[in-house]
């Protein structure tokens, strides 16, 4: 048995689909568990660049079945978007693309309820998807599911009764028009015949796969410090994007589960509001944001950046119980005359090395650094793990001695062939 889950340990973006497509070689499915089209997962092979947001990143591999299971919030709309473009640029994705029949559906209601939440004073600054109100409304019951949309009745009823209290909330709270009961249904059914070719009972599909030992790799989204358990909540997205939602967003036990492996950036960024202990406050952070072209691949917003901090690994290595960590983005510091990790974070005379639970105390914390020597030389090029600059080694073999998971992959470019596994 090989089925392996993928995630960010940091606050996303950490590089999870060129580290999914390059795993995906090696395996039967690939799956996406939680999120939604807030995820923007950058593949590029060699002067093909693409931005999966819903569809699992391994499908750029000919023959890999996908399937997004049923903890993901699909926008239908997003969905056949990202489709036709795939389908345009060459690559097939009818009967390789399996949706589960419990996922929940991004409606447009949702979508506005986000962007109105957001102009408030207290944001979070969301990707204003719509994934929080489609996630809240699963948990509170009145969400609407794939199924839903492939049953007529079904989908009428349930849209009717959200949009009584939805239009109601949008004109009372917000002052918002509401929306149309018929130019809705007809729409959403719509949407329904179109992807009803993909949809099915995903649970059974990757259950049958296992038992015919058939390998799965589960694609993160997210990273663990924005689980909604995990995270900076409230600063946080709304699904469990740590290892444990691999398994309640597909119906497949956590005993078949047998590696866990997290995807770090050799520094750390984050899109959005939220505590941020090691974030740049000086020219290094636009520096950093330009070489390692920080922009979001969803909204294109300036990502925050700052240095490694090793407690928000060691942190996400506890949670996720990752068994080995894929370090990307190594060349974006290959200029740098000093690097700093961050091994602790201080405050009130007290030290912490477990993430503080209070949002109050963590964005009090000082971090503690450690420094250590640049490289100063071009990574980019480099092949081997025995090849990299002596102190590009020293700084990998202290990341691994501070979070003491083992480092298997290091990354120095975009593309696939700019990847080496570290050895011992
Ligand atoms: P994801 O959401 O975790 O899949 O990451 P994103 O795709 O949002 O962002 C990662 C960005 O870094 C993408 O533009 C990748 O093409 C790029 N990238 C991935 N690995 C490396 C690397 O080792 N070096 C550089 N310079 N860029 C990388
Ligand atoms: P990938 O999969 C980075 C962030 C948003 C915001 C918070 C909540 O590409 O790593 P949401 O729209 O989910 O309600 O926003 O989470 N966020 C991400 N940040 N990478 C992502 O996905 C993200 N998906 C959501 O910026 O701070
Ligand atoms: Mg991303």
Same mark, same amino acid.
């Given at each position: 048995?090989?089925? #392996? ?5 940091? $606050? ?20 996406? !568990? ?272 700052? $240095? ?66 640049? $490289? ?18 020293? !700084? ?14 290091? #990354? ?13």
């Amino acid at each position: 048995m090989s089925n #392996s889950v993928i995630v960010g340990a940091q $606050w996303g973006d950490e590089g999870k689909g060129k580290v999914i497509d390059i795993f995906a070689a090696k395996a039967d499915y690939i799956v996406r !568990y939680q999120g939604g089209n807030n995820a923007g997962h950058t593949v590029v092979i060699g002067k093909d660049s693409f931005i999966l947001h819903l569809i699992p990143s391994g499908i750029l591999h000919k023959n890999k079945i996908c399937v997004i299971g049923n903890g993901v919030v699909i926008d239908p709309r997003a969905l056949l978007e990202e489709i036709a473009m795939l389908e345009e640029r060459g690559i097939k994705v009818d009967s390789r693309l399996f949706i589960s029949e419990e996922a929940h559906v991004i409606l447009p209601y949702h979508k506005l309820l986000d962007e109105l939440k957001e102009q408030k004073k207290k944001k979070i600054g969301t990707t204003k998807k719509g994934i929080g109100p489609c996630y809240s409304d699963k948990v509170a019951r009145s969400g609407i599911r794939v199924i839903d949309l492939l049953e007529e009745d079904t989908l009428k009823d349930k849209l009717r009764s959200n949009l009584e209290e939805k239009n109601s909330v949008l004109a009372k709270i917000y002052g918002a028009e509401g929306f149309n009961l018929a130019s809705m249904y007809k729409e959403y059914l719509d949407y329904g015949k179109k992807i009803s070719k993909y949809v099915c009972n995903t649970k059974r599909l990757l259950n049958d796969a296992i038992k015919n030992k058939k390998r799965i790799l589960f694609e993160g989204a997210q990273g663990t410090l924005l689980d909604v358990d995990y995270g900076t909540y409230p600063f946080v997205t709304s699904s469990n994007s740590t290892a444990g939602g691999a398994s309640i967003g597909t119906g497949v036990g956590p005993n078949k589960i047998n590696k866990v492996i997290g995807v770090v950036k050799a520094y750390t960024t984050r899109v959005g509001e939220g505590p941020f202990p090691t974030e740049f406050n000086d020219s290094l952070m636009e520096k950093i944001r330009q070489k390692g072209k920080e922009f979001g691949a969803t909204t294109g917003r300036p990502r925050r950046c700052g $240095w490694f901090d090793g407690v928000v690994v060691n942190h996400a290595v506890m949670v996720n119980g990752l068994d080995e960590l894929v370090v990307t983005k190594l060349d974006v510091l290959d200029e740098l005359d000093t690097l700093k990790i961050c091994t602790g974070y201080k405050f009130g005379g007290k030290i912490y090395n477990d993430f503080p639970a209070s949002i109050k105390t963590l964005t009090q914390c000082r971090p503690m650094y450690e420094e250590l020597p640049g $490289w100063r030389k071009d990574t980019t090029g480099i092949t081997s793990y025995a090849k990299l600059p002596t102190n590009a080694k020293r !700084y990998l073999k202290r990341i691994q001695e501070l979070v003491k998971t083992k480092i298997v992959l290091i #990354s120095v470019g975009s593309e696939r062939n700019q990847t080496f596994s570290k050895g011992d």
